[in-house]
C-alpha cells in the first residue's frame, strides 16, 4: 500500500489553551504554544509524534 503523500495527510483533533500564563510564548525566534488535548482526541493529537521532524502548516478554527 502506498503511503498518503504530504497533500492528504492531515491531523484533526481538538484542543484549547491550558489555563497557564505561559500558554502562548513569544521570542525573538517566533512563538511557542500550549495546547490542552481531551483523552477522547489523544490518539489523533499523538500522530504529531511522527512529524516532529517535519515543518507543518497549522490552521486554526474555533470550534462550535
Given at each position: 500500500?502506498?503511503?498518503?503523500?504530504?497533500?492528504?495527510?492531515?491531523?484533526?483533533?481538538?484542543?484549547?489553551?491550558?489555563?497557564?500564563?505561559?500558554?502562548?510564548?513569544?521570542?525573538?525566534?517566533?512563538?511557542?504554544?500550549?495546547?490542552?488535548?481531551?483523552?477522547?482526541?489523544?490518539?489523533?493529537?499523538?500522530?504529531?509524534?511522527?512529524?516532529?521532524?517535519?515543518?507543518?502548516?497549522?490552521?486554526?478554527v474555533p470550534s462550535e
Amino acid at each position: 500500500m502506498k503511503p498518503p503523500s504530504a497533500k492528504t495527510e492531515a491531523v484533526t483533533f481538538l484542543c484549547s489553551f491550558p489555563d497557564i500564563q505561559g500558554q502562548l510564548k513569544v521570542g525573538r525566534d517566533g512563538m511557542r504554544i500550549a495546547l490542552d488535548v481531551p483523552e477522547s482526541d489523544l490518539a489523533a493529537a499523538l500522530r504529531l509524534v511522527l512529524w516532529r521532524d517535519r515543518v507543518l502548516r497549522i490552521t486554526v478554527v474555533p470550534s462550535e
